[in-house]
């Protein structure tokens, strides 16, 4: 019987006193930082402490512009879009060599990772809207599958064990216009590498609307549904046709929508929590509970069983007030998972 893996989506509150601004010019400035490195290293083993077992190092970055800044340099292409490989780095996984040869050391064995790297469909949508090049997406993918196919030929004291495709955007944005077999040609052009290096290849999709696409492809095989927050996206899942496409789901068992959190507590106190903030540990210790978080994973369980391969948070935790409390919640997941796997 297969063990559901905690993971987690990737982005994660900056330290206290640090502003995005401060990180958005250590990222476009020296590419080998040792304030940035620490702070992505540190930020990182909060996450394995906290019990993460396959966790995505920290997004500190903007989720298009991380990729579209080097896609867009003529430096660094070998032709519009499609990016050299000795270009196409995510200097992230580079940062975190530090902290998981530290703990490889410590422990005898190498951390598993998660990377995640936004998809061909949602760099696309940023650059041309609702314009339709079929041939462009497909080198947005080529481009995709080279910062894959890079990270993991450099990986060395990690193993990358997910790649997930980021495309919030199917599903919910009105301005795609490809066909669902373009779209399925351009996701599977995209995972190429990760699924000839035998990753576990997620696409997470902020809605499940159109999770048959991933199902059609040859590459993806998990797809990652945030249905904590809203679990009535389960009951568009069919397990008949996770089946019959070797489909696997990732489940989101705790919320990460803080601003609706916070609003429930504005309510209930008649304040603002972000100003009067002795009310924010309620989230952790009243709301997003180990025994909820076990209770939404068995529900989830009690529907797809062995169909489910990983459950986390719903998405990330970078809008939350501080990486305290993101680590509680993490903590909370591992606590609920652990409760899960007994009753099991």
Known sequence: MAEIIFDDIGSFPL??????EWMAGKFSGNNSDEELFRIINEAFMK????????????????????FLSIIRDVDLTEEPFKVKLANARIIELQAIETAARAYREENGEKLDVRICVTGPLELYLKEFGGTEYVDILNLFAESVDRFVKNSLSNAKNFNIRTISIDEPSIGINPQVMFSDNDLIKAMDIACISAKKAACDVEIHLHSPLHYKLACQTENISVIGVESAATPSYLDLIDKKVLEESDSYLRVGIAR?????????LNDKYNTNVWKDT???????NEME???????????????????????GPDC???AWPSQEMACALLSNVAEGMAKFREGR
């Not at 009310?279 to 952790?284: G, K, M, N, T």
């Open 15 to 20: 330290p206290s006193g640090t502003s995005k």
């Open 316 to 318: 990330g935790l970078g």
């Open 289 to 311: 509970t180990p025994e909820l978080i076990s209770k939404r994973l068995s529900k989830a369980y009690s529907i797809f069983g062995e169909s489910i391969r990983y459950a």
């Open 278 to 284: 002795r009310y924010f540990p309620e989230i952790i």
């Open 47 to 66: 996450k394995v402490r906290a019990g993460v077992e396959v966790p995505t190092y920290p997004q500190y970055q903007d989720m298009n512009e991380q």
């Open 256 to 264: 990460t929508d803080i601003f609706n959190l916070v609003s429930v």
